[in-house]
């Protein structure tokens, strides 16, 4: 199964994988009915100083990721949310769905990039895909 990223403004493209959304802030002007989620794992967004030091702004992109995945690694979260992803993944997609308006350089894209190298030796190959939509 793949692992993917989608913007939660957009039409769901895909409500059959394990939808997550992995921002620390509710996206504004969405409800909980229409997010279609299957969790919020507001834990592995990042901490708010990172979040509001970096305010989305490209040329802080490579450093944002530098120390967002320093945040991921020391993270007391993630050995729970990697659990969770090796459950999943074997059976379903796995979207990681975003707020960002940048769909480039955001967590979302980060933590993806980071997941696929955790999860490596976890799930098998053949199931772990990396996808682009």
Do not use: C
């Amino acid at each position: 199964m793949a692992l993917k990223l989608e913007r939660i403004y957009t039409k769901p493209a895909d409500l059959s994988g394990y939808r997550v959304l992995v921002d620390r802030l509710w996206p504004r002007g969405i409800s909980k009915v229409n997010a279609h989620l299957d969790t919020w794992e507001k834990a592995m967004g990042p901490t708010t100083d990172l979040r509001k030091w970096f305010n989305h702004e490209p040329a802080k992109y490579p450093e944002f990721k530098t120390r967002y995945l320093a945040e991921i690694k020391a993270n007391p979260a993630l050995p729970d949310f990697l659990a969770l992803l090796t459950t999943q993944l074997p059976t379903q997609d796995v979207i990681l769905l975003f707020g960002a308006k940048d769909e480039t350089h955001n967590q979302a894209v980060v933590l993806k990039d980071f997941l696929l190298t955790a999860l490596a030796d976890r799930v098998p190959a053949a199931r772990l895909q990396d996808s682009a939509e």
